[in-house]
């Protein structure tokens, strides 16, 4: 079953998103997955779509929203911020915690990207039941100054991602924090997923996260993924990373 659903974020926004639950299994646990840059709830070719479908088939609820600034939620793409992005996580979190359908003592974090960078950051805030990194995007993070600098030398306001007005002022905001950092202080378990052929995430980045984290912690690379997993294989081995990932600490 889905539901559609609406959050009011802090700010009083509306969020947007959907929550899969399992027929017939009364408070399941739930996964709360968070998009990638530029992306929405629905993930690169539906793999959020299909990740939530195949977790609800074993008995694990899945949410999943867009950021304000994206897809069907509130704002504008240059209106969103880091700051924002981690105050989202947290507000739906919070929401999702309230809610009698699900187990609100075992929300897994999950993000893809920078979604995965800002379940990272968010986790040691929320201290969820378990956290997700699918090929974690802290690498947004360097040089993310010197960038809007350099759009800002040249007159710009903000920047043209492929018809997406991206403000500079996210990269200002993105600067005040630092990704491995942050990171520290997660009590609760790890599970960290890279394609080995993601050009965007590399292992180091991947290996970093893995040092910030003291609990029971797993880093699998998906042999012939890419950055979004865009393969039926690679897509398949995700989603079995996951569902087993869930269960074993359930």
Known sequence: MVRYIEVENRKGKILRGFLNLPDGVAHPPVV??????????????????????????EGIACMRFDFYGCGESDGEFDEMTFTG?????????????????????????????????????????????????????????????????YFKNLGMTFADMEGLR????????????????????????????????????????????????????KFVKIEGGNHNFASIPAREECEAEIVNYVKKII
């Open 85 to 149: 992005l981690l105050e989202d996580a947290e507000d739906v979190y919070a929401w999702l915690k309230s809610q009698s359908c699900v187990d609100g003592e075992k929300i897994i974090l999950s993000g893809q990207s920078m979604g995965g960078f800002v379940a990272a950051s968010a986790a040691p805030r929320i201290q969820p039941y378990g956290l997700v990194l699918m090929c974690p995007g802290a690498g947004m993070w360097y040089g993310c100054k010197e960038r809007a600098d």
């Open 32 to 57: 709360l997955n968070l998009h990638g840059f530029g992306g929405s709830l629905s993930g690169y070719k539906y793999a959020h779509t299909h990740l939530a479908r195949t977790l609800e088939v």
């Open 166 to 217: 991206f403000g500079l002022e996210f990269n200002y905001d993105l600067a005040k924090y630092s990704p491995f950092e942050d990171a520290k202080g997660y009590e609760g378990s790890v599970l960290i997923l890279r394609g080995t052929k993601d050009e965007l995430v590399d292992d180091k980045t991947c290996e970093t996260y893995m040092e910030c984290y003291t609990g029971a912690k």
